[in-house]
């Protein structure tokens, strides 16, 4: 079975090998390191594995593709030579190209092809899915970019509607793409609750979809105050709006801490089947 196609939804595991993400604070900037922690999201039921050489926290500096490259390419080709499904995340096509030539799978882009211009055709030409996410601007400007109108929802679908367009016309294939909403990228607080309560919008588009809301800052407010400045501590909130977001069908989620998340989308896989045979 191809990464794109599953009855359930997909969980993905994040691995950030980068000394400044917020999440994670550069646990796994050390190759090893970040091998064994791919390993073992593995054993706790990632279907696919995302490596990420360059934080795109609001506010984080770029790094060069070098760095970016030393710090991904030889973990990814090590955990994919094992036989692991692995996407890239990264803005950059050299690294994209890089990334597929040591074996990762799938190119997960958040800028949506925006931030490089070379990376619709490079992709159209690795022929890999593509993960197509919705943002404004850079990780520098994003956050004085979270200003919309009455229908929030309605203009990251015509902006997204708008990339895909791009991607479609540089030549990769709709079946390769995938949607991401983008939560916590150009959205602020409540924004990202209205994008979760609309996922059905954003499936009618007709893709799969894919949502990224683990330790993200607006579920700050979800853990007891004085546990709250820990990213860690929102991962049971997160494994809460993975139950949701399966419920609603979406493809995939990007989660830290992939085993409650394995387990929640195995309770909105019996809760979805139940409610098939459920009397009306
Ligand atoms: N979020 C982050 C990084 N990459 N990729 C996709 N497709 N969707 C996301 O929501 C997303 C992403 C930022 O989070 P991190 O710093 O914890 O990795």
Redesign the pocket.
Known sequence: MGPLTASRTLV?G?L?V?PD????GGAWADPSRAVARGLSMSDDGADIL?V?GE???PGATRVSTEEEQERIIGVIEELAAAGHVISV?TLNASTAIAAVQAGAAIV???SGGTSDPAMLGAVADLAVPY?L?HSRGEPTTMVDLARYGEDLVGEVIAELEGRVAAAVAAGIAESAIIL?P????AKEGNQNWEVLASLERFRALGFPV???????RFLGAIPPEDRAAD?AERDHATAAITALAALAGVWGV?V?EVRPSRDAVRVAEAWGAARKEARP
């Not at 993400?21 to 994670?24: G, I, K, L, M, Q």
């Open positions: 993905m994040v950030n980068t993400s917020f999440s994670d995302d990420g934080s795109t926290r995340d997960n882009d958040v993960i996410q991401d983008g939560l916590g990228f894919l949502v990224g809301a683990s330790r993200k990213p990007r830290h």
